[in-house]
C-alpha cells in the first residue's frame, strides 16, 4: 500500500481489464445530481461525450444507454435535498436508527472487478474538487491479497445499510435494486478465491463502522486492532464535539492512550475571521486532555500551496513502538461521529494496521497534514457540522415511487411518524396531499396520485412547533424499463434509426451522424454524397437490403450480455429496439406514397425472424437467472410485431410472411 494524492474522481474510473459496468451503490450525506451523474457516473460508465460539449444528441443517447443498463443507487440520508436529476438511476432517502447516515462509501461493480471506495466526501463538487478529502480503494479480482473475510464485511456493512431504506426487497423499487448490486458483488468476490488473512508481515485491515445496531464505538475497534495501549495519537478532523464540558471523543481517546509517555497532536483547521486567526476546536477538546498528556494543536498543511483547501478529511492514527494504526473514512472526531457511549451516526472507515518501519507504516504517517503549530493565544471557536444539524425529513413521510408506464405516483405514510401539519406538493406547485384532508379520506398508508408528467421529487412542507420547514423527497421508479425515452429520441426518422443499427460506430456517435444526415435531407439538402441522388430507395428490394444491414446490428446489440433483465428490456423495447423499429415503419406505411401493398408486413416478419435467431444464453450471461423471463420479453415482442402486420398484399407473400411468422414463434 502507499499513500498518494490522486485525485478522487480517478477513483471512479475503471481499470484496465475490469470489463462493462454492471452497476453502482453509493452512500453520501449529501449530493449533487449534475455533479455525480456528469462526473462521478461519467468515469464509471465511460461515457466519452458530456453535456454541452459537441453533439447534444450523442451525449443524450450514451447517457440513455448507460443509465438504462446499468442500476445505479444512491443511498442519501433523509436530510438530503437533491435537485433535478434523471429518473433512470435513483436516490434513496435512508432512516438512520439515530443520528445521521453520514457513512461515504462507492461499491463500483465491473465485469471483472469490484471496487470499494471509503472516503470522508460527500457526492458533491466542493468535496471532490474543492477540500482536503482522504479515502481508500480496495480492489477486488482473482490474486489479490485481500483477506475475504474483510470485504465480505464491508459488503455486509453497504447491504444493512441500504436495509435502512425504505421497501422490502422482494418488491420492485431501489432497495431490491440495491440489494441485487450488493448480492452481485458478493459473487464476485466468492468467486475471487481471496486468502482468509493477509500474507504474513503485510498490513491488516479492518472494517471499521459505527451507528448500527450491535456496533462498538470506533475506538474500541480500533483498540482490538492495535493491541496494546498506543503512546502517541494524531486526530485530523474538520469537526469536534461542541456543547458544555470536556470533548466526549477526546476523553474516549485519553482512555485509550498509555498511562506514561502519551502524547497528543491534532491538525484542526485555521481561519482569519475578521482580520485575526482562529482555530475551528472547541477549547473541550484540550480540557478532556490531562496534564500528563501533552497536546499540541497544529495547522493544516496544505498539499498544494498554489490551490489552497479547507479540511475535510478524518483521520485517527495511533501509535505505540511496534505498529501504527489509522482510520480513514467518514467520523468527525466528535461523539456522534465515533459513536461514543451508543448510537451516533451511521458511518463508515477502514482501518490499516501496520508494523514500526514498514513502507506501510511510512504511508500512514504521510496522513496527517500536520502544519506549524498554533501558539496557545490563537483565538479558539467550535464549528459544528452542517451535516449534523441538519433538520431531516420526518420518518413518517417513507419513499416517493412512480410506476412510469401508468403515470402514477405513489407515496407512503407512516401515520404514526407524522407530524401534525403538512403537505405534499409537485415541483409546480400542485397539491398531492395534504393532513386534514388525509386524516378525511381515512389516513390510508399509500397515496396514489394521477401525474401529467413524470417528476424527480415531490416537495414535502411540514410545521414543527412555529417552525416551517420545505424539503424535496426523491422519486424513484418501480420499474426503470418503463421511463419514456426523451423526446429527441422518440422523435428519430426511421431511416436514421436503421442508419444507426447498421453502422459500425458506437450508436450515440453513429445516432448523431444519421440525425444530422437526415435533418440535411428534410432541408432538401445536396447530400454530401453525390450518388445518393439516384439511389434507388423507391425499391423495395434496396429497403429491404437496408433493413436487414440494421437487423444484423439490432441482433448483435441484444445478444451483447446484459447486466439485468430492465437491459434487456431497454434493448427490445427501448428507442432503438424492434418495437420501435416496427411502430416507425407502420407510420412511415401510412404516410409513404411509394410503400407497397405488404411491404411493411413483410418487414415486420423479417424483423421477427432476427429476434427468433437471437442466442439469449450470450445476452444473459451475466444474469443467467432471468433467462426465461428473456425468452418471455422477446416472445412479446413478436407477437407485438404479429398484431401490426396488415392484410394487403399479394397471396404468395401473405402466405412468405404467414411462415416468418410460424417460424418465429418455434
Known amino acids: 500500500m502507499s499513500a498518494s494524492s490522486r485525485r478522487l474522481l480517478d477513483h471512479w474510473a475503471p481499470p484496465d481489464g475490469a470489463g462493462r459496468a454492471l452497476g453502482c451503490v453509493a452512500t453520501t450525506f449529501t449530493l449533487e445530481p449534475d455533479f455525480f451523474e456528469s462526473q462521478c457516473l461519467g468515469r464509471f460508465l465511460r461515457l466519452d461525450t458530456r453535456p454541452g460539449e459537441g453533439s447534444e444528441l450523442a451525449a443524450l443517447v450514451e447517457r440513455e444507454e448507460a443509465l438504462a443498463e446499468t442500476h445505479v443507487v444512491v443511498l442519501a440520508d433523509r436530510g438530503c435535498n437533491p435537485e433535478g436529476r434523471s429518473l433512470r438511476w435513483d436516490v434513496v432517502p435512508v432512516t438512520a436508527p439515530t443520528g445521521v447516515m453520514h457513512a461515504k462509501v462507492a461499491l463500483l461493480v465491473w465485469e471483472h472487478r469490484v471496487r470499494v471506495l471509503v472516503a470522508s466526501a460527500n457526492l458533491t463538487e466542493r468535496s471532490y474538487r474543492g477540500t482536503i478529502e482522504l479515502a481508500v480503494a480496495l480492489d477486488v479480482m482473482p490474486g489479490c491479497e485481500l483477506p475475504r473475510t474483510v470485504v465480505a464485511e464491508l459488503l455486509e456493512r453497504v447491504r444493512r445499510i441500504a436495509e435502512l431504506g425504505p421497501g422490502s426487497g422482494s418488491e420492485p423499487g431501489p432497495r431490491s435494486r440495491a440489494l441485487e448490486l450488493v ?300 421511463l419514456p425515452p426523451p423526446e429527441e429520441l422518440r422523435a428519430l426518422p426511421i431511416a436514421a434509426l436503421l442508419h444507426a443499427l447498421a453502422s459500425t460506430r458506437p450508436l450515440h456517435e453513429a445516432v448523431a451522424a444519421a440525425a444530422e444526415r437526415a435533418e440535411r435531407t428534410a432541408h432538401g439538402d445536396v447530400p454530401l454524397d453525390a450518388l445518393d441522388r439516384f439511389a434507388p430507395s423507391g425499391q423495395l428490394l434496396h429497403r429491404t437490403r437496408a433493413l436487414s444491414a440494421a437487423l444484423t446490428g439490432l441482433r448483435d446489440r441484444i445478444e451483447r450480455p446484459a447486466a439485468s433483465l430492465d437491459a434487456v428490456r431497454w434493448r427490445i423495447e427501448g428507442p432503438f429496439g424492434p418495437v420501435a423499429i416496427a411502430e416507425k415503419l407502420v407510420a412511415e406505411r401510412r404516410n409513404a406514397a411509394r410503400s407497397l401493398p405488404g411491404e411493411t408486413s413483410f418487414l415486420l416478419g423479417e424483423i421477427a425472424l432476427t429476434l427468433a435467431g437471437v442466442d439469449l444464453g450470450r445476452t444473459t450471461r451475466l444474469c443467467p437467472e432471468h433467462r426465461r423471463a428473456a425468452e418471455l420479453l422477446l416472445g412479446e415482442a413478436i407477437e407485438g410485431l404479429a398484431a401490426l402486420c396488415d392484410a394487403d398484399g399479394d397471396p404468395a407473400l401473405r402466405s412468405y410472411i404467414d411462415d416468418a411468422f410460424a417460424r418465429a414463434r418455434a
Open 183 to 482: 448480492g452481485r458483488a458478493v459473487a464476485h468476490v466468492d468467486g475471487c478465491a481471496l486468502p482468509e488473512r493477509a500474507p504474513r508481515g503485510a498490513p491488516q485491515i479492518a472494517i471499521v463502522g459505527t451507528g448500527l445496531p450491535g456496533d462498538a464505538d470506533a475506538l474500541a475497534q480500533l483498540e482490538a486492532l492495535i493491541g496494546r495501549p498506543p503512546t502517541r495519537a494524531t486526530v485530523m478532523s474538520p469537526y469536534f464535539d461542541v456543547g458544555a464540558g470536556a470533548s466526549r471523543a477526546a476523553r474516549r481517546l485519553v482512555e485509550l492512550l498509555a498511562r506514561r509517555g502519551a502524547r497528543a497532536e491534532v491538525v484542526v483547521p485555521l481561519e482569519q475571521l475578521d482580520g485575526h486567526a482562529v482555530a475551528r476546536v472547541p477549547a473541550a477538546l484540550q480540557e478532556a486532555f490531562p496534564p500528563r498528556i501533552p497536546l499540541r494543536l497544529c495547522d493544516v498543511r496544505q498539499p498544494d500551496a498554489n490551490e489552497p483547501r479547507a479540511l475535510h478529511g478524518k483521520l485517527v492514527l495511533l501509535e505505540h513502538a511496534r505498529s501504527s494504526c489509522a482510520l480513514v473514512g467518514s467520523a468527525n472526531f466528535s461523539a456522534p461521529g465515533l459513536g461514543i457511549g451508543g448510537g451516533g451516526n451511521v458511518e463508515v472507515g477502514i482501518a490499516v494496521l501496520a508494523r514500526t518501519s514498514t513502507p506501510a507504516a511510512e504511508a500512514l504517517a504521510e496522513l496527517p497534514l500536520a502544519g506549524e503549530p498554533i501558539a496557545p493565544q490563537v483565538e479558539q471557536q467550535a464549528a459544528e457540522d452542517p451535516e449534523e444539524q441538519t433538520p431531516p425529513l420526518p420518518a413518517g413521510f417513507v419513499q416517493a415511487l412512480v410506476d412510469p408506464r401508468r403515470q402514477l405516483l405513489r407515496v407512503e405514510l407512516d401515520a404514526a411518524r407524522l407530524p401534525e401539519t403538512w403537505s405534499i406538493a409537485t415541483p409546480d406547485g400542485e397539491l398531492v396531499a395534504e393532513a386534514d384532508r388525509w386524516r378525511e379520506d381515512g389516513a390510508s398508508r399509500w397515496l396514489e396520485r394521477p401525474l401529467d408528467a413524470l417528476v424527480f421529487v415531490v416537495e414535502v412542507r411540514w410545521r414543527d412547533g412555529e417552525a416551517t420547514h420545505r424539503v424535496a423527497l426523491p422519486v424513484n421508479v418501480t420499474d426503470p424499463a418503463g
